[in-house]
């Protein structure tokens, strides 16, 4: 059974909704073009629960927002601002901020009372941009681009050349780095002109949230909370791979997609590292 069949069987609605055209020469359907009809049905579930969402508790608290393009600039412009907001992604809703201010990141930390040594990932908009804040050049051609956008962090060297901030996971010489595949956060990501940080939007050590309900008690320490409805990927997060080691990988965290993550990076011939 390939792998395609597999993620099919696992999620039937994926099957009725992508016909496959052409499959790459390697054999596999990298995530962008697989989940181009769960995107849809994302989408339009989304829509659906962002209509149904109380107005009235919307202007009472005056920082719910749908994650719509229409309300884009305005997180930009929060982001810019050293805010935090709360995003939905294609896997679970996350506080964000730009990575590069460091004033925003401590509000992070502080928000979910996280110990600062606990590392955050960065979220771009595009894969074209991961080069830019970590290194690269060992891996296969095309490799990021069938494993992002999707549901998986990658882990890579930061390097002498990263434009990150030296004050986000200081003492740390990887980043966790996600292109999720949502069109919201991407939007805001490619606006901001940064990095974002991401991570779950929670408290240290509680269950992810697949709904802003689930952080109902931490609205109040963001500038927006943007509603995208429930999530339907459950509460696993992403794939978490480590690729620092060229020719070499290993699962940090199994996460919501490790089979297929698997399947790939073994396409392109890597190996598990022990």
Not at 7 to 32: D, M, Q, T
Not at 92 to 119: E, M, Q, W
Not at 146 to 174: A, C, F, Q, W
Request: net charge positive; hydrophobic share 40%; with cysteine.
């Amino acid at each position: 059974m390939n792998i395609s069949t597999r993620f099919g069987a696992k999620l039937p609605l994926l099957s009725n909704l992508v016909p496959i055209r052409e499959v790459p020469k390697l054999g596999f359907l990298p995530f962008s073009h697989r989940k181009r009809g769960f995107r849809s049905g994302f989408s339009k579930k989304m829509a659906l629960n962002v209509e149904k969402f109380d107005v009235g508790v919307e202007n009472q608290l005056g920082l719910i927002r749908s994650a719509t393009e229409s309300n884009a600039d305005e997180a930009i412009e929060a982001l810019k601002a050293g805010k935090v907001i709360a995003v939905p992604t294609d896997t679970l809703y996350g506080f964000a901020c730009d990575a590069c201010s460091s004033k925003a990141v401590n509000r992070i930390y502080d928000i979910k009372g996280r110990k600062h040594t606990s590392p955050l990932a960065i979220c771009v908009g595009d894969v074209s941009d991961i080069e830019h804040f970590a290194v690269t050049d060992h891996l296969p051609h095309g490799l990021l681009n069938s494993l992002l956008p999707g549901p998986v962090t990658i882990v890579l060297g930061r390097g002498e050349s990263s434009i990150l901030e030296k004050s986000l996971n200081p003492g740390s010489d990887s980043i966790g780095v996600r292109v999720p595949d949502s069109d919201f956060i991407r939007i805001i990501a490619r606006g901001s002109g940064s990095a974002l940080a991401l991570t779950s939007a929670n408290l240290s050590g509680q269950p992810s949230s697949v709904s802003i309900k689930d952080f109902e008690n931490l609205w109040e320490h963001c500038a927006y909370v943007y509603e995208g409805g429930v999530l339907p990927a459950g509460r696993a997060g992403s794939t978490v791979v480590d690729l620092t080691k060229p020719g070499k990988y290993r699962i940090l965290r199994p996460g919501s997609a490790k089979e297929e993550t698997v399947a790939i990076l073994e396409n392109y011939s890597l190996l598990e590292k022990c």
